[in-house]
């Protein structure tokens, strides 16, 4: 059960993660270089995120 709620939350997760890479690259294309830099930073936590659950569920 804890495996499938991982899982389940991984793949929200990497929902978000695409999202946000997805909005970064059209503001970066609009010029908005702030707005890059604060989506990109917020795609890379979400990633981090990704990476331990992946890692915590092959423990």
């Known amino acids: 059960m804890i495996g ?3 899982r ?3 793949k929200k997760l990497d ?3 695409r999202a946000l890479l997805q909005e970064a690259m059209e503001a970066q294309r609009s010029g ?3 707005r ?4 990109s ?6 990633l981090k995120k990704i990476e ?3 890692r915590k569920k092959h423990q």
């Open 4 to 6: 499938f709620l991982g």
């Open 8 to 10: 389940n939350s991984s």
């Open 15 to 17: 929902k978000r993660y």
């Open 32 to 34: 908005d270089i702030r």
């Open 36 to 39: 890059y830099s604060e989506l």
């Open 41 to 46: 930073k917020d795609a890379d936590d979400i």
């Open 52 to 54: 331990h659950i992946k």
